[in-house]
């Protein structure tokens, strides 16, 4: 999607490892997000940020960190990887006005 | 605590037909209302937003409705085509002053066949 970036796109990892999923924007938006999605659920807020070190915890917070060090990067981690945490993760930018929530791509992540 | 229901979870339709999906919500304070599109593999992408004042919106052959006194908004797709094969996610914000408080929805899964 135009100006937001997700990496990786797929990650198969272990259980009780750490993960690191990035999300990049080129809009110099100050509210950046990170959601999951799991079939039978609407996406659920993770953690959010509203500018460079400025986060907040979302209804599904534990286990997660994040951190956001230049506007343009939010990082999510995954401390100690679960099979729970097995999901798809959409970080999302906020504009301006009817332009709303962009969304990235999602990455798919495995937790076996 | 804030809800969206979808309806129906899932729907087919044949090419050309037209189609209407719905979207009941309990948010507190109501905001606005978006309807997104998600295709397989990707992210949600906005199709409209509605306001508490606004009742129709359209977007090419989507438009959406909006009953802010019965909590219920539709997304209707006119002469429907392959490519509206998705997800269609309906999301309230109760949000104020940029802080985030989006309700999704389950979605509901479209496909229009041939």
């Known amino acids: 999607d135009a100006g937001i970036t997700q990496s990786p796109r797929h990650k198969v990892t272990e259980t009780g490892t750490p993960v690191t999923l990035r999300c990049h924007q080129t809009e110099n938006h100050r509210y950046m997000y990170w959601y999951r999605q799991d079939p039978g659920h609407g996406l659920r807020l993770i953690h959010y940020?509203?500018?460079?070190?400025?986060?907040d915890k979302g209804e599904v917070s534990d286990g997660y960190s994040v951190s956001r060090s230049k506007t343009e990067d939010f990082l999510l981690t995954l401390e100690s990887a679960t099979s729970s945490q097995t999901s798809v993760y959409f970080c999302?930018?906020?504009?301006?006005?009817?332009?709303?929530?962009?969304f990235g791509s999602g990455t798919r992540l495995t937790v076996v | 605590k804030n809800q969206v229901e979808q309806s129906p979870q899932s729907l087919i339709i044949l090419e050309g037909k037209n189609c209407t999906l719905q979207?009941?919500?309990?948010?507190?304070?109501?905001?606005?209302l978006r309807w997104y599109k998600q295709d397989t593999g990707r992210g949600p992408v906005s199709l409209t937003i509605?306001?508490?004042?606004?009742n129709t919106k359209s977007n090419g052959r989507y438009t959406a409705t909006l009953d802010a006194d019965t909590k219920q908004s539709s997304l209707h797709i006119t002469a429907s085509q392959l490519s509206d094969s998705a997800s269609y996610i309906c999301?309230?914000?109760?949000?104020?002053?940029?802080?985030?408080?989006?309700?999704f929805g389950t979605g509901t899964q479209l496909k229009v066949e041939l």
């Open positions: 509605m306001t508490f004042s606004e």
């Open positions: 999302a930018i906020k504009g301006v006005g009817e332009v709303g929530y962009t």
């Open positions: 999301v309230v914000s109760a949000e104020k002053g940029g802080g985030n408080k989006l309700t």
């Open positions: 979207c009941n919500y309990t948010v507190s304070p109501f905001s606005n």
């Open positions: 940020s509203y500018g460079v070190k400025d986060t």
